[in-house]
């Protein structure tokens, strides 16, 4: 670009003048073309889709773009100078991207949520840049007989103007720019096209200020461009094609919104009309609170045709609530939060009043105006009924109909806070109905919740109307005396009555269907005083009691004491503590010998110890029975086998003889139905002969499947193994059984050898039992031999195997291997 300042201007250039027919055409063009890029670039902005939106934002930038160019090239031809003058098709092809560039990145930004005052100064900077830029490349693409010089001050001067205009128009349509609704005509948008039109044609007008044509003379030169007026023609037909595009396109789609929007407004109000006529009874007044609309249900309720209290104020429907101070509440909510609900006192057309709940909404329009007001009204018995119903719900059990663990909670803590506050006592019973799953599960579903609804209708028979009887689950029931002045140790008679009286209901026929049964109940007492007891620790202690009268036998009841929650938390801690047991590597196999009554060593049994570093040594009888109810004997069982037949093959390679090793054997192991396959296994794994392992079981492994016993006792003695029944005398001692079983041993227990030479009935079951050994055949093998008083009487009756410490306390496997080795030794 050639810059030459005024005064050297020489007189022989170029006179310019404007064809004002093309000059009016070119402005129209460029406000046209920027009013139908606004209204694109506001649909970009309304666009919820980001793909939407980046399409509108390149349709409108080349909109934008195109027009600006077709504008600029309109000026060109509509200049007249003395020469002709042509356009190079390349360079006027490429002046039109810094317009459509711009213009892309204008809308963009423009569409952003985070478009602020700095972003707005970059963007007309931007537009007004790329106009400029635009404008220079088109005079660059001309083609004629003469040199192009431009006036400096002119030249920065349309650059400036061509900036602020564009600031000041994006300003106008960005403060105009809606950010929830679409709108193609505004008079803010028609405002900024015309600034923006107007900056484009000053920029241009301006800029042509700063060109001047100085002629050359060149007999050489050739026109070889585009003809003006053939270009001119060609442009008309792109402005035409394209304005028309950008001004269909979004006015078509607007359409199909609107039709859209019709479509739906008539099916909201399809739906409105619809819900208008619900059972409720519904009024509509205006801004004004006059009523303008109710519906059929109102008329039903409130006797009021329509035509009658239209026109007319909701005062006329009310008997109360007019009073100031309920007037002034009423309205601040209403006009506050948008709502008011609440209790009515309302007036019949007939002059009976009655109570109503009305709800109050308020209707706003698109600026937040209140316009309308709807209210609802709702019988207030009927909430009563809801309120009723919603109560049962919450704190009632649907099956009996009686209270609910919920309500239980609440009623046991308003009687603990009366206790403690006025020094009195009460009760509570803990039932737990014995054999109902039984009958649930032989009799169905439906047979178990009649029992459980008639044994709620007895409860609530004998109760005192102070007292209370919950159903908090399943079988399980509560029966909560209230508390009540008197002397404690009256309240723990009366409890005695209480029980024996449930018991003795419980205990009478039920008869449902065809079904005739009868069921009895287990029941746990404790007492409360609201002194240092809370709701949770009371329920604990009542079931803890009701446990213990399971234990008992069932049908019986047992106060809570203190003592049974230790036991039960002692028993708890066990239970958590023998899960890691076997992990931590806390137990220990010990062995103790068994001597024949040439003292002679026979066997030996493998006993379990366990030492926790919490709970210290706990004795077998603690935790075994606790591992069978919890399932975990069967783990700790198999590691025993496995730890006994590693202890065996570590012996065989001492060239220790152990001849047989008892291992004991509990029920639930033993009627798990792989038990057989499990313990071949093992000791094949191991390489040991069943014929050395000597299973000691008890008489509880006989109270399941006897057949499926027979049958797996059967199959290990064809495997070689030998079986000793444990603990004999004790349990389910039935000789059909035991006549039946193949046992080669029996084992005398050692509670009727402790104190037997004192206590003549133990002399004479001893007696008894090696009788019938002898006469079935059976080795003999007593427990618990302390002394050799012991010794004598036992060999007197005819047995003559022998375990307890007068031979040997329990050993480790070292020890036992120095034992063996002592015993070995010559006399």
């Known amino acids: ?353 009655f109570s109503q709940w009305q709800t109050i909404s308020a209707v706003e329009d698109e600026q937040g105006k209140i316009t309308h007001y709807i209210s609802f009204f709702s019988d207030i018995k009927e909430f009563k009924l809801a309120e009723k119903e919603i109560e049962q719900l919450a704190f009632y059990d649907s099956l009996t109909g009686l209270p609910n663990r919920r309500l239980l909670h609440e009623r046991l803590a308003h009687e603990l806070n009366l206790a403690r506050r006025y020094q009195r006592a009460g009760v509570l019973l803990f039932l737990d109905l014995d054999r109902f799953k039984h009958i649930n599960d032989s009799l169905g579903h439906s047979v178990g919740d009649e029992l459980l609804i008639e044994t709620a209708r007895r409860l609530q028979s004998i109760l005192r109307d102070t007292d209370t009887a919950v159903r908090i689950g399943g079988d399980e029931f509560i029966v909560l005396g209230s508390a009540q002045d008197g002397i404690y140790s009256d309240l723990t008679e009366q409890s005695h009555v209480i029980a024996e009286k449930i018991n003795r209901v419980i205990l009478d026929p039920y008869f449902i269907g065809d079904h005739e049964f009868y069921i009895s109940a287990s029941i746990g007492i404790t007492l409360y005083t609201g002194i240092d007891e809370t709701v949770d620790l009371l329920l604990k202690r009542a079931d803890t009691a009701m446990y213990q009268a399971k234990d008992a036998g069932r049908n019986t009841y047992r106060f809570y004491q203190q003592s049974m929650q230790e036991a039960a938390d002692v028993k708890l801690d066990i239970e958590r503590n023998l899960r890691a047991a076997i992990l931590n590597d806390e137990f220990r196999i010990f062995y103790q010998p068994q001597h024949s009554d040439e003292k002679t060593i026979i066997a030996v049994e493998a006993l379990m110890r366990w030492n926790n570093s919490n709970l210290g040594e706990i004795p077998p009888a603690e935790f075994i029975p606790i591992a069978e109810e919890t399932g975990l004997i069967l783990k700790i069982g198999q590691w025993v086998i496995e730890t006994v037949c590693e202890q065996i093959v570590s012996w065989d390679s001492e060239n220790i003889s152990v001849q047989y090793i008892a291992i004991n054997i509990s029920a639930k192991q033993f009627h798990q139905s792989d038990f057989v396959s499990n313990l071949v296994h093992t000791l094949t794994d191991y390489e040991i002969q069943p014929k050395r392992i000597i299973l000691e079981i008890t008489e509880g492994v006989f109270l399941g499947n006897i057949e499926d016993v027979i049958d797996k006792m059967n199959v290990l003695k064809q495997k070689g193994f030998r079986f000793s029944i444990d603990d004999f005398g004790t349990g389910y001692s039935s000789l059909t059984y035991l006549k039946r079983l193949p046992f080669e041993q029996l084992k005398i227990d050692q509670s009727f050898i402790i104190e037997f030479v004192n206590r003549p009935e133990d002399v004479a079951i001893v007696k008894a039992i090696c009788t019938m050994a002898k006469g079935l055949g059976l080795e003999l093998i007593a427990e618990g031999v302390e002394t050799e008083e012991h010794l004598a009487f036992l060999s007197g009756f005819g047995c003559h195997g022998f375990q307890g410490n007068y031979f040997s306390k329990p050993l480790t496997a070292g020890q036992l291997r120095e034992y063996f080795k002592e015993f070995r030794k010559p006399d």
């Not at 970059?122 to 040199?147: P, R």
Request: a neutral charge; proline letters at 3%; hydrophobic letters at 50%.
């Open 1 to 353: 670009m050639n810059f030459i300042d005024s005064y050297l201007l020489p007189i022989t250039a170029l006179d310019k003048s404007y064809n004002p027919y093309l000059v009016f055409l070119s402005i129209i063009v460029a406000i046209v073309s920027s009013f139908t890029a606004f209204g694109i670039y506001e649909r970009a902005h309304g666009s919820k889709s980001p793909l939407y939106q980046m399409f509108w934002v390149l349709f409108g930038a080349v909109s934008m773009g195109i027009g600006i160019w077709s504008m600029h090239f309109i000026g060109l031809v509509a200049l007249l100078l003395p020469i002709s003058f042509s356009f190079d098709p390349k360079i006027t092809l490429l002046s039109i991207f810094p317009s459509i560039f711009a213009s892309s990145v204008v809308f963009w930004l423009m569409s952003q949520a985070k478009f602020n005052r700095s972003r707005l100064l970059f963007c007309g900077v931007l537009l007004g840049a790329a106009i400029g830029a635009m404008h220079y490349i088109s005079v660059a693409a001309m083609e004629l007989n003469a040199g192009v010089v431009y006036l400096k001050p002119i030249f920065v001067l349309s650059i400036f103007v061509a900036i602020i205009l564009a600031i000041i128009s994006l300003n106008i349509k960005y403060r105009a720019t809606t950010q929830n609704e679409y709108q193609f005509i505004t008079k803010e948008q028609t405002l900024s096209a015309i600034v923006m039109g107007v900056a484009i044609s000053s920029m241009h007008y301006t800029a042509m200020l700063a060109v001047e044509f100085i002629p050359v003379e060149n007999t050489s030169y050739v026109n070889k461009g585009i003809d003006a007026n053939y270009l001119f023609g060609i442009i008309s037909v792109v402005s035409f094609l394209v304005i028309s595009m950008a001004l269909a396109v979004p006015y078509v789609c607007r359409f199909k919104q609107m039709m859209q929007a019709l479509q739906n407004n008539e099916e909201n109000l399809k739906i409105a009309a619809t819900a208008f006529q619900t059972h409720e009874a519904i009024m509509v007044t205006n801004e004004h609170s006059e009523i303008i609309r109710v519906n059929d249900a109102f008329t039903r309720v409130m006797g009021y045709e329509e035509v009658d209290i239209v026109g007319k104020t909701p005062k006329i429907l009310y008997a109360g609530n007019n009073d100031d101070f309920f007037q002034k509440k009423f309205w601040n909510t209403l006009v506050n939060e948008g709502r008011w609900s609440g209790k009515v006192v309302s007036r019949r057309k007939n002059g009976e009043t």
